[in-house]
């Protein structure tokens, strides 16, 4: 199994620009996340999606688009960046529909950077 | 809302001491999930251990072992024999059952020095 991969590893985007970045799991969990990591503020929820067609909003969802047409992939859209998008963002996954008291599988992060 | 609060941002200690990394949490629930991750220089999360509220005793994971004080929320995660491996960032997290969603503290760099 190759886990949770995301691509890009890297990003550069001018103010403006529009991007998706790609999550995949293979482990067949219904439980997917994004989270962004921010010096200083730990790991925050963005979107989450406990299964094929459903997603839902974390903490700081403003700016972002989710959508989860498959088990396999939950990719992240950014719409129109902005310099405080700049992050590291995380995807996760787990078993669990509730995400609870599995474990979760962490990608290894795409550094983001908007000028 | 739930909040997660580690209040050393920093550690160094020399490689083989035993290190303690505090985190204390605040909740109106009395079922959750309290997590440590590990976060070396790789970027990659990993989870260290992971401790049941409802279970009295503490979670061990080899040289990891937490210190779990239900009526202080507090959380902290002893280290014993720390290894040059050990360094990295540590975030305490937490999760009440179906909110779906871990709740990070704003992490420790932890340095172990040889």
């Known amino acids: 199994n190759a886990g949770v991969t995301q691509t890009p590893k890297f990003q550069v985007l001018k103010t403006g620009q529009s991007m998706t970045l790609q999550c995949a799991q293979d482990?067949?969990?219904?439980?997917m996340s994004w989270y962004r990591q921010d010096p200083g503020m730990g790991l925050r929820l963005i979107h989450y999606?406990?299964?094929?067609?459903?997603?839902d909003q974390g903490e700081v969802p403003n700016g972002y688009n989710v959508s989860r047409s498959t088990t396999e992939d939950f990719p992240l859209r950014l719409l129109s960046a902005a310099p405080s998008q700049t992050s590291v963002y995380f995807c996760?996954?787990?078993?669990?529909?509730?995400?609870?008291?599995?474990?979760?599988?962490f990608g290894p992060g795409t550094r983001l950077t908007v000028l | 809302a739930q909040t997660v609060t580690q209040s050393q941002p920093e550690m160094s200690v020399q490689e083989a001491e035993t290190v303690t990394l505090s985190c204390t949490y605040d909740t109106s629930e009395s079922n959750y999930y309290l997590f440590w991750y590990k976060q070396p220089p790789s970027r990659q999360m990993i989870l260290v251990i992971r401790q049941e509220a409802y279970k009295q005793q503490n979670a061990t994971e080899n040289r990891f072992s937490v210190n779990f004080q239900k009526a202080a929320k507090s959380f902290s995660l002893k280290i014993s024999d720390s290894q040059l491996g050990d360094t990295a960032m540590y975030f305490c997290a937490f999760m009440t059952p179906g909110a779906q969603k871990l709740v990070f503290g704003q992490g420790t760099r932890l340095t172990i020095n040889p």
């Open positions: 482990m067949n969990h219904e439980y």
């Open positions: 996760a996954s787990s078993y669990s529909r509730t995400g609870t008291q599995d474990e979760q599988f």
């Open positions: 999606s406990v299964g094929a067609g459903i997603t």
